[in-house]
């Protein structure tokens, strides 16, 4: 959405797209991270809470995060959703990413929801119950 390109500068996707690079990379079949970007320390600042989730794509999981997101009485301001491939070494660190529609690789969904600001940084974190309705 243009609204939400508004608050990048180069430097600042730059900055988003590394960190979303480092956390496709780490290990785990869902990985979830909840915070509310600043310059310092992530490179780029939004007037959001960021809920970031990378895992095994599946049908309905926009559906299923924003219903999490609801839950918590949360609104969801804009939402990404790119789904790709990744190509993992023998010890099953990922080496790069592909197009998901051409490759044989493991689908990948990564999620990022811009909601509603969340100052406290307990409220941030999800429950072992929502992770659980994530992984079903």
């Known amino acids: 959405a243009p609204e939400l390109l508004g608050h990048f500068d180069p430097e600042g996707l730059a900055a988003l797209g590394g960190r979303a690079l480092a956390f496709l990379a780490q290990p785990g079949d869902l990985k ?46 804009h939402a990404l959703h790119p789904v790709v491939s990744t190509v993992r070494d023998g010890a099953g660190n990922v080496t790069g990413l592909e197009d998901a529609a051409s490759s044989s690789g493991e689908r990948l969904a990564y999620e990022l929801f811009f909601v509603s600001p969340v100052a406290s940084e307990a409220e941030r974190e999800p429950t072992p119950v929502e992770a659980k309705r994530l992984t079903k």
């Open 32 to 77: 979830v991270r909840v915070y509310s970007p600043a310059r310092k320390p992530h490179g780029w600042a939004v007037p959001y809470t960021v809920v970031e989730l990378a895992l095994p794509d599946r049908p309905f999981i926009v559906d299923s995060v924003r219903m999490a997101i609801r839950r918590r009485g949360l609104e969801v301001h």
